[in-house]
């Protein structure tokens, strides 16, 4: 992909399962890469030539700050947003008004916050937001609020964003994957990713899990010179779970003559 090499990204979630990988994908393709996360021992195990580490609480508005002020003090410029940190705090119907706002805070307002602070940079370097949505963005699903209306509004954000921010020379899309093996995957299953598989075969057509790099290759390519004409569009990694929409991947018609 072009125009990747000697830029420089910030990934918030950096730390996660999806986070590393893109910082990888990343790393390997010649860019320099912030990653912030409140995870700091998991963060810092990242740390390599190229690959610096920020503690950050998208909760504080001074960590937003000194991030930016940081990776401009190490990198000198600022290219990529890639927002892949999440809330996944959720109790459905019982979800108390405190829960709600911490949730939206992270999932929402906090990269909002990222891009006031990073936004002079990315309008000079002509530089790109990756924003993340979901398959839940789109569907209901039982005993779950919090995270899918955050979802949904993400991809609203990645609109208005697209729109107020082209002037500026900034292209702002999302991704929404379908099951990939992630941190909250590997905590429900105590790591057992064959079960994760199974269970999640029914409702994608190619009848597994992503892997946390095929959703990273989709975020590249929107940071990418190759997608410079696309923007306010969100990209769904999802083995084909968007198409299937309320059908299953088993046929339907022959259970009901069996």
Not at 148 to 159: E, F, G, M, W, Y
Not at 199 to 206: G, R
Request: hydrophobic letters at 45%; one cysteine or more.
């Amino acid at each position: 992909m072009q125009g990747l090499e000697h830029k420089v990204a910030i990934v918030p979630g950096g730390a996660t399962k999806i986070g590393q990988a893109i910082v990888a994908a990343f790393a390997a393709a010649g860019t320099r890469v912030v990653v912030a996360d409140i995870n700091a021992e998991a963060g810092q195990a990242l740390e390599r030539d190229g690959i610096t580490f920020r503690k950050c609480n998208l909760r504080e508005d001074a960590d937003i700050g000194a991030l930016v002020a940081d990776t401009l003090e190490d990198w000198g410029r600022i290219d990529f947003l890639v927002n892949v940190a999440c809330s996944y705090l959720d109790n459905g119907a019982e979800s108390t008004r405190a829960e709600w706002l911490e949730a939206l805070d992270v999932n929402i307002v906090g990269s909002v916050m990222l891009m006031q602070a990073a936004r002079a940079e990315l309008a000079r370097n002509k530089g790109a937001i990756v924003n993340f949505g979901s398959i839940s963005a789109r569907v209901a699903q039982t005993g779950r609020w919090v995270y899918p209306v955050s979802k949904a509004a993400i991809l609203q954000l990645t609109r208005n964003q697209a729109m107020d921010l082209a002037p500026d020379g900034i292209r702002v899309n999302a991704v929404s994957p379908g099951w990939t093996w992630s941190n909250i995957m590997d905590e429900l299953t105590g790591g057992d990713r064959a079960k994760t598989d199974t269970v999640a075969a029914p409702f994608h057509l190619l009848g597994r899990t992503a892997h946390p790099e095929e959703v990273a290759s989709a975020v590249l390519f929107l940071c990418s010179d190759d997608a410079s004409f696309i923007t306010g569009t969100d990209i769904c990694v999802d083995g084909g779970y968007t198409a299937m929409g309320p059908e299953r991947a088993e046929a339907a018609i022959p259970q009901l003559m069996s």
